[in-house]
């Protein structure tokens, strides 16, 4: 399944790369220069927006299986580790490096095999998959982090080891650090003192327009100090937020 995710993926930029160094058209560009020759610069405007679509639906296909791909991988393989987190146990172990060490030997399988525009977006891919993977295991049976247990340097600890592994991997990486800062308002939503967490949580809603209040009420739950009251104030600051709709953000994807 993963290979033929890989080959379906290759097989659409196939259909639209244009090598200009050998003077070698891809099939769309090709389509399109016969086109040309055979209608009207009238019709041709108008066939111009459907090729130009077609184009964007070869990268939407492409992209589509290298999630579905990045999905199998975290199903088949990261089980156990995500089931670690934020568990007595994630701090004892190290689940996080376990997954970042499986990511690296399938970026190295593949990096030979994946069409070269696509490698960067693979590795970009993962990343936002494993921030989302991460971020929801607070959802985890037996989650809980008290105020005593060093949690914070073992969430310090996590993300500096993706960093690492994004920075070799990633010729740019500050997209994916970008990304990653979404660990900050989680934290501060995790260490702040009680009463300061509706601030909390409404600095992080500003930040994050489509945040998930359900989330954010599993990630209360998650604190040793949850009662009522904290997760009631927290709705009530919800209440009266005037959100400003953006662009989705990683955390629209976490229910």
């Not at 914070?152 to 990486?173: G, I």
């Not at 604190?223 to 904290?230: G, I, N, T």
């Amino acid at each position: 399944m993963q290979d033929w995710l890989v080959a379906t993926a290759n097989d659409q930029i196939a259909c639209i790369d244009d090598n200009e160094d050998e003077a070698r058209l891809g099939y769309l560009s090709s389509f399109r220069q016969r086109l040309e020759a055979a209608v009207t610069p009238a019709h041709l405007e108008r066939a111009d927006a459907e090729v130009a679509a077609l184009r964007d639906g070869y990268v939407d296909l492409s992209t589509w299986c290298l999630t579905k791909f990045a999905h199998l991988i975290f199903a088949v393989d990261f089980g156990a580790a995500l089931a670690d987190l934020f568990t007595p146990r994630w701090y004892g172990g190290a689940a996080v490096k376990q997954m970042v060490a499986t990511l690296d030997e399938y970026v190295a399988d593949y990096r030979q095999v994946l069409h070269h525009s696509l490698v960067d977006v693979f590795v970009e891919i993962l990343a936002d998959e494993l921030l989302a993977r991460y971020l929801a295991a607070v959802r985890n049976r037996g989650a809980r982090l008290r105020r005593a247990d060093p949690f914070r340097d073992k969430l310090f600890d996590d993300v500096a080891t993706v960093f690492d592994f994004f920075a070799a991997a990633l010729p740019n990486p500050d997209a994916v650090k970008q990304t990653w800062r979404a660990t900050e308002p989680f934290l501060r939503l995790l260490d702040a003192d009680r009463d300061a967490v509706p601030d909390a949580f409404e600095a992080f809603k500003a930040a994050y327009w489509d945040l998930q209040l359900s989330w954010v009420e599993a990630v209360l739950r998650a604190r040793d100090d949850f009662d009522r009251a904290m997760l009631n104030a927290v709705k009530a600051r919800a209440a009266r937020l005037d959100v400003v709709r953006g662009p989705e953000t990683i955390m629209g994807r976490i229910k």
